[in-house]
Structures are given as structure tokens and as C-alpha cells.
């Protein structure tokens, strides 16, 4: 059984480009949440997709989207990179209604924005 | 505003000992707690959590001990062995479940030593 699965696993972009990382949740999960975790710091929540919709979302400007498809998987897409946008993004998915799965991770995507 | 905080950087604790990770928090809001672990290169794996109807929760070698007037929750390892050293993540929610928003600690680098 996969688990979480993202890619890239590393990307280098330059001030100003855009991005796009993508990530299949596990089977079985069909809400995506995707986190910034940048240098020494704990993961930051930035949305989360639920029935291809945008269900909650962190403290992130508008520059920060996402997508989810009809089968769960998702993208976030980052226009107009900042020097801090450097990070490792996190996707994990999870199953809210089911009480008992907690979120399951992927091994991230390194960003690193010159 | 860092609504959970982990004071600790960084622990060394010597292998077959205690060791001890805690974690304290502002929101009032929060009633779901978790403890993630993480190695280089992976992305943060479930290890225990504690609704704020409990006080303690015990997975094997792991217990979480839960604080709600003091705000302050603590992770127990006994006895620690040298597959423990990671980062230990606390992460607190505002659901009852925990899979849905998280805010994340900054970390704690936890090193056993043989």
C-alpha cells in the first residue's frame, strides 16, 4: 500500500517564477493538507482540500493555491516566488471521518527559491 | 504568535533511560494533541496522541501526559533506544480527531547515546 507520494522531491526556481508540487494521498484518504516547513521550523498548515474544494486555509497569502482532482490527488501552486518561500513542503492526507486516522505525510518537497 | 511551543531545541538522553519531551500551548481552543516523529529526508510520522478529556495516554514504550490547566503536555519514552533519535514534533488541533488543521511545535532534536 502506498503511502503519501510527492513530487518533486527537489526543485530550484528564481525570484519571481512559479511552482507547481503535486502529491497523491494515501489510498483509501480523500482530504489533502498541504504544510510549509521552513528551516528549524515546525510545519505550517496552509490549506486543506476536501471533494476538489478548499476547505480551510492558514495564514497564506494569495499567492499560495491549490487544486484537488476527482481522484484526491493535489497540487500547490506558488506564483511570484520569494526568497522565503524556501522550504520543504509537506502534502498529507487523512480521512476525517474516519476518527481513528490521524495525517499521514509524505516525504515533502525541498524548495529552494535564488 | 506561536500558539504551541516546544522550549527545547534539542535533548541527549543516554540509551535504556527516560526520556522526557514537553510542549506547552495558548489556545484554549485546542482539545486534540499529538506527537509526530521525524527523520532527515521523511516526513513526520504519527506516534500518540491525547484527547483533553484524558490525562494520559500510553502506546507501549510511550506515554503522553496531558496538563489542561497548566497548558502543558509531556512525551515519556521508556526505556529510550538509539531508533528514537529524531525530532519529535507536538502538534495540538481544535477538532476532536486530529486530522484535520494542526499547529505544529518548532521541534525537539532528541539524540540517545549508546
Known amino acids: 500500500d502506498a503511502g503519501v507520494t510527492q513530487s518533486p522531491t527537489h526543485l530550484i526556481k528564481t525570484r519571481g517564477q512559479q511552482v507547481t508540487l503535486r502529491c497523491s494521498p494515501k489510498?483509501?484518504?480523500?482530504?489533502v493538507s498541504w504544510y510549509q516547513q521552513a528551516l528549524g521550523q515546525g510545519p505550517q498548515f496552509i490549506f486543506q482540500?476536501?471533494?476538489?474544494?478548499?476547505?480551510q486555509r492558514g495564514n497564506f497569502p494569495d499567492r499560495f493555491s491549490g487544486h484537488q482532482f476527482p481522484n484526491y490527488s493535489s497540487e500547490l501552486n506558488v506564483n511570484a516566488l520569494l526568497l522565503g518561500d524556501s522550504a520543504l513542503y509537506l502534502c498529507?492526507?487523512?480521512?476525517?471521518?474516519?476518527?481513528?486516522?490521524?495525517?499521514?505525510f509524505g516525504s515533502g518537497t525541498q524548495l529552494s527559491v535564488l | 504568535d506561536q500558539q504551541v511551543k516546544q522550549n527545547s531545541p534539542s535533548l541527549s538522553v543516554q540509551e535504556g533511560r527516560i526520556s522526557i519531551l514537553n510542549c506547552d500551548y495558548t489556545?484554549?481552543?485546542?482539545?486534540?494533541f499529538l506527537w509526530y516523529k521525524k527523520y532527515p529526508a521523511e516526513g513526520p510520522t504519527f506516534l500518540i496522541s491525547?484527547?483533553?478529556?484524558?490525562d494520559k495516554n500510553e502506546d507501549g514504550r510511550f506515554t503522553v501526559f496531558l496538563n489542561k490547566s497548566a497548558k502543558h503536555l509531556s512525551l515519556h519514552i521508556v526505556p529510550s533506544q538509539p531508533g528514537d533519535s529524531a525530532v519529535y514534533f507536538c502538534?495540538?488541533?481544535?477538532?476532536?480527531?486530529?486530522?484535520?488543521?494542526?499547529?505544529f511545535g518548532t521541534g525537539t532534536r532528541l539524540t540517545i547515546i549508546p
Open positions: 498529507a492526507s487523512s480521512s476525517p471521518g474516519r476518527a481513528n486516522e490521524k495525517l499521514f
Open positions: 489510498s483509501g484518504h480523500d482530504t
Open positions: 482540500y476536501y471533494e476538489e474544494e478548499e476547505r
Open positions: 489556545n484554549s481552543m485546542f482539545d486534540y
Open positions: 491525547i484527547s483533553s478529556i484524558k
Open positions: 502538534a495540538a488541533s481544535a477538532t476532536n480527531f486530529g486530522n484535520e488543521k494542526l499547529t
